[in-house]
Protein backbone atom coordinates (compact mmCIF):
# COMPACT_ATOMS: atom_id res chain seq x y z
CA UNK A 1 0.00 0.00 0.00
CA UNK A 2 2.70 2.76 0.92
CA UNK A 3 4.43 2.59 -2.24
CA UNK A 4 0.58 3.61 -4.25
CA UNK A 5 0.60 6.81 -2.09
CA UNK A 6 1.62 10.14 -3.86
CA UNK A 7 2.14 12.61 -0.91
CA UNK A 8 2.49 10.40 2.28
CA UNK A 9 6.66 8.55 2.49
CA UNK A 10 7.64 5.68 2.90
CA UNK A 11 9.89 5.63 5.39
CA UNK A 12 11.65 3.20 7.82
CA UNK A 13 12.97 3.84 11.19
CA UNK A 14 16.52 4.21 10.19
CA UNK A 15 15.45 6.51 7.40
CA UNK A 16 13.40 9.06 9.78
CA UNK A 17 16.51 9.17 12.28
CA UNK A 18 18.88 10.25 9.38
CA UNK A 19 16.31 13.05 8.72
CA UNK A 20 15.61 13.85 11.91
CA UNK A 21 18.88 14.33 12.86
CA UNK A 22 20.29 16.15 9.90
CA UNK A 23 17.52 18.46 10.26
CA UNK A 24 17.89 18.97 14.06
CA UNK A 25 21.15 20.36 13.32
CA UNK A 26 19.92 22.57 10.38
CA UNK A 27 17.47 24.06 12.63
CA UNK A 28 19.96 24.40 15.53
CA UNK A 29 22.40 26.57 13.32
CA UNK A 30 19.68 28.25 11.52
CA UNK A 31 18.01 29.25 14.58
CA UNK A 32 21.47 30.62 16.49
CA UNK A 33 22.46 32.37 13.22
CA UNK A 34 18.82 34.11 12.80
CA UNK A 35 17.68 34.96 16.04
CA UNK A 36 19.20 36.24 18.86
CA UNK A 37 16.93 35.01 21.67
CA UNK A 38 17.73 31.41 20.58
CA UNK A 39 21.61 32.34 20.06
CA UNK A 40 21.32 33.22 23.57
CA UNK A 41 19.92 30.38 25.27
CA UNK A 42 21.61 27.37 23.05
CA UNK A 43 25.19 29.34 24.22
CA UNK A 44 23.96 29.40 27.64
CA UNK A 45 23.18 25.58 26.90
CA UNK A 46 26.55 24.48 25.26
CA UNK A 47 25.63 25.15 21.40
CA UNK A 48 28.46 26.09 18.93
CA UNK A 49 27.82 26.61 15.31
CA UNK A 50 29.54 24.00 13.76
CA UNK A 51 28.62 21.51 16.68
CA UNK A 52 27.14 18.13 15.36
CA UNK A 53 24.30 16.69 17.34
CA UNK A 54 23.31 13.39 17.78
CA UNK A 55 19.49 12.58 18.50
CA UNK A 56 20.00 11.66 22.02
CA UNK A 57 21.95 14.83 22.83
CA UNK A 58 18.25 16.40 21.94
CA UNK A 59 17.43 16.37 25.98
CA UNK A 60 20.28 19.06 26.53
CA UNK A 61 18.69 21.62 24.75
CA UNK A 62 16.91 24.17 25.76
CA UNK A 63 12.79 24.54 26.24
CA UNK A 64 10.88 26.73 24.04
CA UNK A 65 7.49 27.86 25.53
CA UNK A 66 4.24 30.32 25.61
CA UNK A 67 6.72 32.94 27.01
CA UNK A 68 9.22 32.88 24.57
CA UNK A 69 6.72 33.70 21.89
CA UNK A 70 4.47 36.67 24.19
CA UNK A 71 8.37 38.10 24.66
CA UNK A 72 9.08 38.21 20.77
CA UNK A 73 5.80 39.38 19.75
CA UNK A 74 4.60 40.16 17.15
CA UNK A 75 7.19 38.12 15.58
CA UNK A 76 8.87 35.91 17.84
CA UNK A 77 11.41 33.22 17.34
CA UNK A 78 11.81 34.72 13.66
CA UNK A 79 15.13 33.39 12.05
CA UNK A 80 14.76 34.78 8.93
CA UNK A 81 15.34 38.17 7.60
CA UNK A 82 11.75 39.83 7.63
CA UNK A 83 12.14 40.04 3.63
CA UNK A 84 12.03 36.63 3.32
CA UNK A 85 8.12 36.80 5.21
CA UNK A 86 5.31 36.14 2.78
CA UNK A 87 2.84 35.58 5.49
CA UNK A 88 1.28 35.82 9.12
CA UNK A 89 -0.90 33.91 11.10
CA UNK A 90 -1.61 34.17 14.93
CA UNK A 91 -3.57 31.19 16.97
CA UNK A 92 -7.35 31.91 18.60
CA UNK A 93 -6.00 33.13 21.22
CA UNK A 94 -7.84 29.88 23.53
CA UNK A 95 -5.65 31.04 26.04
CA UNK A 96 -3.27 34.17 27.23
CA UNK A 97 -2.36 36.43 24.70
CA UNK A 98 -2.34 35.76 20.67
CA UNK A 99 0.41 33.91 19.12
CA UNK A 100 1.45 35.30 16.34
CA UNK A 101 3.92 32.92 14.06
CA UNK A 102 5.38 34.10 10.37
CA UNK A 103 5.86 31.85 7.46
CA UNK A 104 8.07 32.27 4.61
CA UNK A 105 7.12 30.55 0.73
CA UNK A 106 9.04 27.05 1.64
CA UNK A 107 6.96 27.30 4.75
CA UNK A 108 3.83 27.62 3.18
CA UNK A 109 5.13 24.78 0.91
CA UNK A 110 6.01 22.61 3.48
CA UNK A 111 2.66 23.22 5.46
CA UNK A 112 0.34 22.69 2.26
CA UNK A 113 2.15 19.26 1.26
CA UNK A 114 1.90 18.03 4.81
CA UNK A 115 -1.50 18.51 4.60
CA UNK A 116 -2.25 16.72 1.32
CA UNK A 117 -0.78 13.60 3.35
CA UNK A 118 -3.66 14.29 5.70
CA UNK A 119 -6.23 13.99 3.14
CA UNK A 120 -4.57 10.86 1.46
CA UNK A 121 -4.53 9.30 4.61
CA UNK A 122 -8.29 9.53 4.65
CA UNK A 123 -9.00 8.14 0.99
CA UNK A 124 -9.64 11.17 -0.52
CA UNK A 125 -9.10 11.25 -4.29
CA UNK A 126 -9.28 14.06 -6.34
CA UNK A 127 -13.02 13.95 -7.64
CA UNK A 128 -13.96 14.56 -4.05
CA UNK A 129 -15.68 17.70 -3.07
CA UNK A 130 -14.21 19.22 0.37
CA UNK A 131 -16.60 21.60 2.36
CA UNK A 132 -14.27 23.67 4.57
CA UNK A 133 -16.30 25.20 7.89
CA UNK A 134 -13.56 26.63 10.16
CA UNK A 135 -11.94 30.29 10.56
CA UNK A 136 -10.46 31.89 7.56
CA UNK A 137 -8.29 34.80 8.28
CA UNK A 138 -6.01 35.17 10.51
CA UNK A 139 -6.73 31.73 12.04
CA UNK A 140 -4.37 28.80 10.30
CA UNK A 141 -7.20 26.71 10.23
CA UNK A 142 -8.98 27.92 7.06
CA UNK A 143 -5.70 28.30 4.94
CA UNK A 144 -4.34 25.19 5.93
CA UNK A 145 -7.60 22.96 4.91
CA UNK A 146 -7.52 24.89 1.72
CA UNK A 147 -3.83 25.11 0.51
CA UNK A 148 -3.62 21.07 0.99
CA UNK A 149 -6.89 20.02 -0.56
CA UNK A 150 -5.55 22.43 -4.06
CA UNK A 151 -2.51 20.73 -3.24
CA UNK A 152 -3.60 17.18 -3.21
CA UNK A 153 -6.21 18.23 -6.31
CA UNK A 154 -9.92 17.76 -5.09
CA UNK A 155 -11.86 21.00 -5.00
CA UNK A 156 -12.46 23.23 -2.23
CA UNK A 157 -15.55 24.54 -1.15
CA UNK A 158 -14.41 27.14 1.30
CA UNK A 159 -17.44 28.73 3.23
CA UNK A 160 -15.71 29.20 6.29
CA UNK A 161 -17.11 28.42 9.99
CA UNK A 162 -21.01 29.89 10.40
CA UNK A 163 -22.91 30.61 7.56
CA UNK A 164 -25.77 27.77 8.22
CA UNK A 165 -27.95 28.56 5.15
CA UNK A 166 -24.82 28.53 2.81
CA UNK A 167 -23.57 25.15 4.26
CA UNK A 168 -26.74 23.52 3.86
CA UNK A 169 -27.22 25.11 0.27
CA UNK A 170 -23.67 24.15 -0.83
CA UNK A 171 -24.18 20.50 0.82
CA UNK A 172 -26.66 20.42 -1.31
CA UNK A 173 -26.28 21.67 -4.62
CA UNK A 174 -22.39 21.23 -5.10
CA UNK A 175 -23.20 17.37 -3.65
CA UNK A 176 -19.75 18.09 -1.07
CA UNK A 177 -18.75 14.53 0.14
CA UNK A 178 -15.96 15.53 2.28
CA UNK A 179 -16.86 18.33 5.63
CA UNK A 180 -13.83 19.94 7.79
CA UNK A 181 -14.80 21.31 10.74
CA UNK A 182 -14.40 20.99 14.47
CA UNK A 183 -16.38 18.54 15.62
CA UNK A 184 -19.20 20.74 17.87
CA UNK A 185 -19.62 22.44 14.06
CA UNK A 186 -20.25 19.58 12.72
CA UNK A 187 -22.82 18.32 15.45
CA UNK A 188 -24.53 22.17 14.76
CA UNK A 189 -25.18 21.71 11.28
CA UNK A 190 -26.11 17.57 12.04
CA UNK A 191 -28.81 18.81 13.80
CA UNK A 192 -30.01 20.93 11.31
CA UNK A 193 -29.95 18.58 8.54
CA UNK A 194 -31.77 17.00 10.83
CA UNK A 195 -34.59 19.46 11.54
CA UNK A 196 -34.75 20.04 8.13
CA UNK A 197 -35.11 16.35 6.79
CA UNK A 198 -31.99 17.14 4.36
CA UNK A 199 -30.01 13.75 4.86
CA UNK A 200 -31.35 12.24 1.93
CA UNK A 201 -30.48 15.01 -0.64
CA UNK A 202 -26.97 15.32 0.85
CA UNK A 203 -24.03 13.60 -0.75
CA UNK A 204 -21.50 13.42 2.27
CA UNK A 205 -19.43 10.52 2.86
CA UNK A 206 -16.22 11.67 5.38
CA UNK A 207 -15.57 14.16 7.66
CA UNK A 208 -12.40 15.65 9.17
CA UNK A 209 -12.84 17.17 12.22
CA UNK A 210 -9.82 19.10 14.09
CA UNK A 211 -8.92 21.93 16.91
CA UNK A 212 -10.60 20.04 19.85
CA UNK A 213 -11.09 17.10 21.26
CA UNK A 214 -14.26 15.23 21.06
CA UNK A 215 -15.84 12.01 21.86
CA UNK A 216 -16.81 8.68 20.10
CA UNK A 217 -20.67 9.44 21.37
CA UNK A 218 -20.32 12.79 19.34
CA UNK A 219 -18.58 11.39 16.59
CA UNK A 220 -21.63 8.44 16.24
CA UNK A 221 -24.45 11.15 16.37
CA UNK A 222 -22.51 13.35 14.08
CA UNK A 223 -22.13 10.35 11.32
CA UNK A 224 -26.02 9.19 12.18
CA UNK A 225 -27.53 12.27 11.04
CA UNK A 226 -25.30 13.12 8.39
CA UNK A 227 -25.29 10.11 6.90
CA UNK A 228 -21.39 9.80 7.21
CA UNK A 229 -19.77 6.65 6.80
CA UNK A 230 -16.30 7.72 8.14
CA UNK A 231 -14.54 10.43 10.00
CA UNK A 232 -10.68 11.14 10.61
CA UNK A 233 -9.03 13.33 13.91
CA UNK A 234 -7.15 15.53 12.88
CA UNK A 235 -4.28 17.49 14.86
CA UNK A 236 -1.87 20.91 14.53
CA UNK A 237 -1.32 24.35 16.16
CA UNK A 238 -0.43 27.41 14.84
CA UNK A 239 3.25 27.10 15.95
CA UNK A 240 3.47 23.77 14.14
CA UNK A 241 2.64 25.43 10.70
CA UNK A 242 -1.52 25.07 11.55
CA UNK A 243 -3.81 22.02 11.32
CA UNK A 244 -2.50 18.96 9.60
CA UNK A 245 0.46 17.63 11.49
CA UNK A 246 -1.28 14.19 11.46
CA UNK A 247 -4.62 12.59 11.36
CA UNK A 248 -5.82 9.57 12.19
CA UNK A 249 -5.80 6.60 9.49
CA UNK A 250 -8.18 4.13 8.08
CA UNK A 251 -7.59 2.02 10.89
CA UNK A 252 -8.79 4.76 13.32
CA UNK A 253 -6.50 3.38 15.80
CA UNK A 254 -4.03 6.75 16.84
CA UNK A 255 -2.90 9.33 14.67
CA UNK A 256 -0.30 8.99 12.46
CA UNK A 257 2.21 11.97 12.65
CA UNK A 258 4.72 13.43 10.10
CA UNK A 259 8.25 12.43 12.28
CA UNK A 260 10.49 13.88 8.55
CA UNK A 261 9.30 17.11 9.51
CA UNK A 262 9.07 17.49 13.39
CA UNK A 263 10.59 15.57 15.90
CA UNK A 264 8.13 14.92 18.70
CA UNK A 265 8.95 13.88 22.43
CA UNK A 266 6.86 13.03 25.21
CA UNK A 267 7.62 14.56 28.38
CA UNK A 268 6.53 14.37 32.20
CA UNK A 269 5.60 18.26 32.47
CA UNK A 270 6.78 18.02 35.91
CA UNK A 271 10.09 16.81 35.42
CA UNK A 272 10.55 17.53 31.74
CA UNK A 273 11.94 14.04 31.43
CA UNK A 274 10.84 11.38 28.84
CA UNK A 275 7.92 9.19 29.87
CA UNK A 276 8.05 5.51 29.62
CA UNK A 277 7.06 4.43 26.43
CA UNK A 278 3.47 4.19 26.26
CA UNK A 279 2.66 6.76 29.32
CA UNK A 280 0.86 9.74 28.68
CA UNK A 281 3.32 13.50 28.85
CA UNK A 282 3.16 16.41 27.02
CA UNK A 283 4.14 16.60 23.62
CA UNK A 284 7.30 19.10 22.88
CA UNK A 285 8.20 19.65 19.14
CA UNK A 286 11.37 20.61 17.45
CA UNK A 287 10.67 21.54 13.78
CA UNK A 288 13.58 20.02 11.38
CA UNK A 289 13.26 22.59 8.21
CA UNK A 290 10.66 25.23 9.72
CA UNK A 291 12.20 28.29 8.02
CA UNK A 292 10.10 31.85 9.62
CA UNK A 293 9.71 30.55 13.17
CA UNK A 294 11.68 27.38 14.01
CA UNK A 295 10.58 25.60 17.37
CA UNK A 296 13.45 24.35 19.20
CA UNK A 297 11.69 21.66 21.93
CA UNK A 298 8.31 23.92 22.00
CA UNK A 299 6.39 22.51 25.05
CA UNK A 300 2.86 22.78 23.48
CA UNK A 301 0.73 21.78 26.93
CA UNK A 302 -0.96 19.16 24.45
CA UNK A 303 -1.28 15.77 26.51
CA UNK A 304 -0.80 12.12 24.42
CA UNK A 305 1.28 9.44 24.32
CA UNK A 306 2.86 7.71 21.73
CA UNK A 307 1.74 4.35 20.12
CA UNK A 308 4.07 1.86 19.78
CA UNK A 309 4.26 -0.84 16.91
CA UNK A 310 3.21 -1.38 13.00
CA UNK A 311 0.04 0.09 12.17
CA UNK A 312 -1.96 -2.20 10.25
CA UNK A 313 -2.68 0.56 7.50
CA UNK A 314 0.41 -0.29 6.31
CA UNK A 315 1.91 3.48 6.56
CA UNK A 316 5.17 3.19 8.69
CA UNK A 317 5.22 6.44 10.23
CA UNK A 318 4.63 6.45 14.02
CA UNK A 319 1.90 7.16 16.02
CA UNK A 320 0.55 9.00 18.66
CA UNK A 321 -2.97 8.71 20.68
CA UNK A 322 -5.62 11.66 19.89
CA UNK A 323 -4.69 14.52 21.93
CA UNK A 324 -6.32 14.03 25.36
CA UNK A 325 -6.39 17.34 27.01
CA UNK A 326 -3.95 20.27 27.47
CA UNK A 327 -2.82 21.15 30.84
CA UNK A 328 -4.70 24.52 30.52
CA UNK A 329 -8.06 22.86 30.94
CA UNK A 330 -6.71 21.09 33.74
CA UNK A 331 -9.12 21.92 36.79
CA UNK A 332 -7.93 21.90 40.12
CA UNK A 333 -11.35 21.49 42.25
CA UNK A 334 -10.78 20.68 45.94
CA UNK A 335 -7.33 19.99 45.55
CA UNK A 336 -8.32 16.85 43.12
CA UNK A 337 -6.92 17.44 39.21
CA UNK A 338 -9.50 17.02 36.65
CA UNK A 339 -9.45 16.90 32.67
CA UNK A 340 -12.75 17.57 30.91
CA UNK A 341 -12.05 14.68 28.26
CA UNK A 342 -12.51 12.16 31.93
CA UNK A 343 -15.64 13.94 32.55
CA UNK A 344 -16.51 13.01 28.64
CA UNK A 345 -15.12 9.29 29.31
CA UNK A 346 -17.80 9.38 32.29
CA UNK A 347 -20.62 10.62 30.30
CA UNK A 348 -19.78 7.65 27.25
CA UNK A 349 -20.82 5.02 29.87
CA UNK A 350 -24.38 6.34 30.03
CA UNK A 351 -26.33 5.01 26.42
CA UNK A 352 -29.39 7.59 27.57
CA UNK A 353 -26.67 10.23 27.71
CA UNK A 354 -25.71 12.39 24.88
CA UNK A 355 -22.68 13.35 24.19
CA UNK A 356 -22.74 17.32 25.43
CA UNK A 357 -22.11 18.18 28.43
CA UNK A 358 -20.34 21.55 30.30
CA UNK A 359 -19.03 21.54 34.05
CA UNK A 360 -20.16 24.57 36.11
CA UNK A 361 -17.67 25.41 39.23
CA UNK A 362 -18.63 28.05 41.61
CA UNK A 363 -18.99 28.88 45.07
CA UNK A 364 -21.57 28.17 47.58
CA UNK A 365 -21.76 27.34 51.50
CA UNK A 366 -18.55 28.48 51.74
CA UNK A 367 -16.97 25.51 49.47
CA UNK A 368 -16.45 25.19 45.58
CA UNK A 369 -18.87 23.15 43.93
CA UNK A 370 -19.22 21.23 40.52
CA UNK A 371 -22.23 20.81 38.35
CA UNK A 372 -22.02 18.87 35.38
CA UNK A 373 -25.14 19.87 32.87
CA UNK A 374 -25.65 16.96 29.97
CA UNK A 375 -27.71 16.40 27.60
CA UNK A 376 -29.84 13.48 27.31
CA UNK A 377 -30.45 11.83 24.02
CA UNK A 378 -33.86 12.52 22.34
CA UNK A 379 -35.30 8.55 23.36
CA UNK A 380 -34.24 8.62 26.52
CA UNK A 381 -37.58 8.73 28.71
CA UNK A 382 -37.65 12.42 31.06
CA UNK A 383 -39.00 10.29 33.74
CA UNK A 384 -36.05 8.87 34.64
CA UNK A 385 -33.59 11.79 35.41
CA UNK A 386 -33.17 12.28 38.64
CA UNK A 387 -32.14 8.47 38.82
CA UNK A 388 -29.58 8.63 36.07
CA UNK A 389 -28.57 12.45 37.23
CA UNK A 390 -27.65 10.21 40.60
CA UNK A 391 -25.87 6.91 38.65
CA UNK A 392 -23.73 9.75 36.72
CA UNK A 393 -22.85 11.43 39.86
CA UNK A 394 -21.85 8.26 41.50
CA UNK A 395 -19.86 7.07 38.78
CA UNK A 396 -17.98 10.54 38.79
CA UNK A 397 -17.34 9.83 42.23
CA UNK A 398 -15.85 6.55 41.46
CA UNK A 399 -13.74 7.34 38.64
CA UNK A 400 -13.12 11.03 38.65
CA UNK A 401 -12.91 11.24 42.56
CA UNK A 402 -15.20 14.18 42.85
CA UNK A 403 -18.77 14.93 44.27
CA UNK A 404 -20.86 16.86 41.45
CA UNK A 405 -24.33 17.83 40.63
CA UNK A 406 -25.56 16.48 37.82
CA UNK A 407 -28.24 18.14 35.90
CA UNK A 408 -29.79 16.30 33.12
CA UNK A 409 -31.09 18.26 30.26
CA UNK A 410 -33.06 17.92 27.10
CA UNK A 411 -31.38 17.12 23.43
CA UNK A 412 -29.91 20.91 22.50
CA UNK A 413 -30.00 22.73 24.85
CA UNK A 414 -27.02 23.51 25.94
CA UNK A 415 -25.16 26.16 24.26
CA UNK A 416 -24.08 25.04 20.60
CA UNK A 417 -20.49 26.42 18.82
CA UNK A 418 -19.37 26.97 15.86
CA UNK A 419 -16.07 26.64 16.35
CA UNK A 420 -14.47 25.22 19.83
CA UNK A 421 -17.04 24.35 22.29
CA UNK A 422 -16.34 25.87 25.56
CA UNK A 423 -16.66 22.78 28.38
CA UNK A 424 -16.13 24.59 31.55
CA UNK A 425 -17.41 27.65 33.07
CA UNK A 426 -15.44 29.15 36.14
CA UNK A 427 -17.38 30.88 38.26
CA UNK A 428 -15.01 30.51 41.45
CA UNK A 429 -13.91 33.78 41.81
CA UNK A 430 -17.11 35.60 41.46
CA UNK A 431 -17.78 34.69 44.97
CA UNK A 432 -21.04 32.78 46.53
CA UNK A 433 -24.35 31.82 44.32
P1 LIG B 1 -5.21 28.13 20.59
O1 LIG B 1 -6.42 27.22 20.68
O2 LIG B 1 -4.24 27.95 21.73
O3 LIG B 1 -5.54 29.54 20.33
P2 LIG B 1 -4.66 27.01 17.95
O4 LIG B 1 -5.82 27.68 17.32
O5 LIG B 1 -3.38 26.98 17.24
O6 LIG B 1 -4.34 27.66 19.34
O7 LIG B 1 -5.11 25.57 18.34
C1 LIG B 1 -4.21 24.54 18.60
C2 LIG B 1 -4.62 23.74 19.79
O8 LIG B 1 -5.91 23.17 19.58
C3 LIG B 1 -3.72 22.56 20.03
O9 LIG B 1 -2.58 22.93 20.77
C4 LIG B 1 -4.63 21.61 20.79
O10 LIG B 1 -4.69 21.96 22.16
C5 LIG B 1 -5.99 21.87 20.19
N1 LIG B 1 -6.28 20.89 19.16
C6 LIG B 1 -6.03 20.98 17.83
N2 LIG B 1 -6.45 19.88 17.18
C7 LIG B 1 -6.98 19.06 18.11
C8 LIG B 1 -7.57 17.75 18.07
N3 LIG B 1 -7.73 17.08 16.94
N4 LIG B 1 -7.98 17.21 19.25
C9 LIG B 1 -7.82 17.88 20.41
N5 LIG B 1 -7.28 19.12 20.51
C10 LIG B 1 -6.86 19.69 19.39
ZN1 LIG C 1 -2.39 3.67 10.22
Redesign the pocket.
Known sequence: MPTSHRFIPDLSADEISAIQTSGLNWTLAHAFAGNPAYRQKLSAAGYEPGMTLSLEDITSLPFTTTDDLREGYPLPLLSVPQEDVVRVHA?????GKR?VLAYTQADIDTWKHMFARCYELAGLSVLDRVQIAVGYGL???GAGFQIGCEHFGAMAVPVGPGNMEIHLQLLEDMQTTTLCSTASMALLMAEEVQKRHLKGKIALKKAI??????SDKMRRRIHELLGIEESF???????LY??GTGLECCAHAGIHYWADLYILEILDPQTLRPVAPGEVGEMVVTTLRKEAAPLIRYR???LTRLLPGECSCGVRLPRHD??LG?SDDMIIFRGVNIYPGQVAAVIELFKELGSEFRIHLFRKGGKDQMLLQVERRPEADPTYDQNLSEAVSEELRKQVMVRAWVEVMGQGELPRSFG?TKRVVDDREAGEQ
Open positions: SSGTTKWTAFGAEPHDIVGMTEGPTRDKIRK
